[in-house]
């Protein structure tokens, strides 16, 4: 079935790098995408969102890469601080519809 | 602003019985929430889609008649297991979109880690 995927499920960085997590998706009917941050015990907070009609968009430190014809996503963080530690899932919707589906995630560590 | 909270935050209940969750919208109007559950180190899987006055769309593999949502008002939507088991222990997640503005986006709850004994 579709399915939304991570290329890597660990990465650990210097406090002050720059972080890319990187999300693999396989539904080309997906118009919407999220990035969500979990942390330990807590529920996803969202993050940054972006559509299929924009290829980039940024916010505060972090900056969203939609790359369509290879249907691959980013989450591109800077400056990352030791609050920046969790575990970072990419979500995907579906033209029309309301359910999202979820990544693997990406356990992000910030090492001081 | 769009803050969803979940009560109770952690529940331990003994086999047999049920356990009653909610999942309120505190600052938005929510058409549509949803229930997640979500394993150690895995991540969220749906669980159902429940919109305000109708009946809740639950997915693939879930047992209506075991996991229980009711969506009374624009705030407030419940999940309630019944007759709970130990493999029914997991993290327990809602989310809800907004009835206005970006209605795409779901913002979540804090979670309800619930421990069958």
């Known amino acids: 079935g579709e399915s939304v995927g991570l290329h890597l499920p660990t990465l650990s960085v210097q406090e002050g790098d720059n972080s890319i997590i990187n999300c693999a998706y396989s539904?080309?009917?997906?118009?919407?995408f999220i990035w969500y941050k979990q942390e330990s015990g807590k529920g996803p907070q969202f993050i940054i969102d972006i559509r299929s009609n924009m290829d980039k968009r940024q916010g505060q430190r972090v900056t969203v890469l939609l790359n369509k014809t290879v249907k691959h996503l980013s989450l591109q963080i800077a400056a990352t601080q030791p609050g920046d530690s969790a575990v970072y899932f990419c979500a995907e919707r579906e033209t029309s519809g309301s359910r999202l589906t979820f990544g693997e995630g990406t356990q992000l560590t910030v090492n001081p | 602003g769009a803050v969803v909270s979940q009560h109770p935050s952690w529940v331990i209940c003994k086999s047999g019985t049920s356990v009653k969750i909610e999942c309120r919208s505190l600052?938005?109007?929510?058409?549509?929430m949803f229930w997640y559950r979500q394993f150690p180190k895995q991540s969220l899987m749906l669980m159902a889609t429940s919109n305000e006055g109708s009946k809740a769309t639950y997915e693939q593999g879930v047992e209506k008649d075991k996991f229980l949502i009711n969506h009374a008002s624009l705030t407030l939507s419940t999940l309630t297991v019944t007759s709970a088991h130990p493999e029914d222990s997991s993290f327990y997640i809602c989310?809800?979109?907004?009835?206005?503005?970006?209605?795409?986006?779901?913002?979540f709850g804090p979670g309800t880690r619930l421990l069958v004994l």
């Open positions: 539904n080309s009917a997906s118009d919407y």
């Open positions: 600052d938005f109007q929510a058409t549509t």
């Open positions: 989310s809800a979109s907004p009835a206005s503005g970006n209605q795409e986006t779901q913002y």
